[in-house]
C-alpha cells in the first residue's frame, strides 16, 4: 500500500509481511520501499507506531505497547529504491 512518508510529504510503499502472537506478544515484519530524500530508516518507536503501525496492524495503536524495534536497511539494485525491514515486538493490547 502506498503510504504518505513520515517527513510529511511525498509517498513509498509499505506492506506487512508476517505477523505472529505468542504469550501476549505479538511479532511484527513490515517492508517499506521506495526513495525519499529524508530516507525511510526510521527507528523512532512513535514515529513508527503512527506512521506505519497504526495502518498496517490495527491492534497497535500506541507506542507504549513496543517492546523492540529493530530496522534492516538495503538497496535494491534491480528496482533503485530504498528498502527497509521493520521488525516490531509489541505487547497486546
Same mark, same amino acid.
Given at each position: 500500500?502506498?503510504?504518505?512518508?513520515?517527513?510529511?510529504?511525498?509517498?513509498?510503499?509499505?506492506?506487512?509481511?508476517?505477523?505472529?502472537?505468542?504469550?501476549?506478544?505479538?511479532?511484527?515484519?513490515?517492508?517499506?520501499?521506495? +526513495? !525519499? #530524500?529524508?530516507?525511510? %530508516?526510521?527507528?523512532?518507536? =512513535?514515529?513508527?507506531?503512527?506512521?506505519?503501525?497504526?495502518?498496517?496492524?490495527?491492534?497497535?495503536?500506541?507506542y507504549r505497547q513496543i517492546e523492540r524495534l529493530r530496522t534492516e536497511s538495503s538497496y535494491d539494485?534491480? +528496482? !533503485? #529504491?530504498?528498502?527497509? %525491514?521493520?521488525?516490531?515486538? =509489541?505487547?497486546?493490547?
Open positions: 500500500m502506498k503510504v504518505k512518508h513520515w517527513q510529511g510529504y511525498g509517498t513509498v510503499n509499505a506492506k506487512k509481511i508476517k505477523r505472529t502472537e505468542k504469550n501476549g506478544l505479538v511479532d511484527l515484519h513490515i517492508r517499506v520501499n521506495g +526513495n !525519499h #530524500e529524508w530516507g525511510i %530508516d526510521r527507528d523512532d518507536i =512513535y514515529d513508527f507506531v503512527n506512521w506505519l503501525g497504526k495502518k498496517l496492524d490495527k491492534n497497535l495503536t500506541d539494485l534491480q +528496482n !533503485h #529504491e530504498d528498502v527497509c %525491514d521493520y521488525y516490531c515486538t =509489541y505487547r497486546c493490547a
